[in-house]
């Protein structure tokens, strides 16, 4: 079973940035046939897809309001997922999650919580005006 931590979270001004990470609890974990994505929830909202990962290319994609300014990329020797947020604005104050999906080949981006079967428990990330 796959364990997933998410850390970087915090306090940061509008306009700010921020580094999350999310790390499998084996660092030997194979990433290459493991699709990720981050979801985020905010306050009294459910869950939204935010950026995903596909497996061995590594293709991403993200929701338009943060399309150019958060960044997905992986670390496969050290069995993370980064999610660089840039030009932070108050809107995208929540609880962010990581998430995991083993498929078998191919480079898809999954964006429904269903599509994923693992799931870390989330870093809050506040972006004050």
């Known amino acids: 079973q796959v364990q997933l931590v998410e850390s970087g979270g915090g306090l940061v001004q509008a306009g700010g940035s921020v580094r999350l990470s999310c790390a499998a609890s084996?660092?030997?974990?194979?990433?290459?046939?493991?699709?990720v994505g981050w979801f985020r929830q905010a306050p009294g909202k459910g869950r939204t897809f935010v950026a995903g990962?596909?497996?061995?290319?590594?293709?991403?994609n993200y929701v338009d309001s943060v399309n150019g300014r958060f960044t997905i990329s992986r670390d496969n020797a050290k069995a993370t997922v980064h999610l660089q947020m840039n030009s932070l604005q108050p809107e995208d104050t929540a609880v962010y999650y990581c998430?995991?999906?083993?498929?078998?080949?191919?480079?898809?981006?999954?964006?429904?919580?269903?599509?994923?079967?693992?799931w870390g428990r989330g870093t809050q990330v506040t972006v004050s005006s």
């Open positions: 990962i596909s497996g061995s290319f590594s293709n991403t």
């Open positions: 998430a995991a999906r083993r498929i078998p080949f191919g480079n898809s981006v999954f964006y429904t919580e269903n599509d994923y079967s693992y």
């Open positions: 084996v660092r030997t974990f194979n990433m290459d046939i493991y699709a």
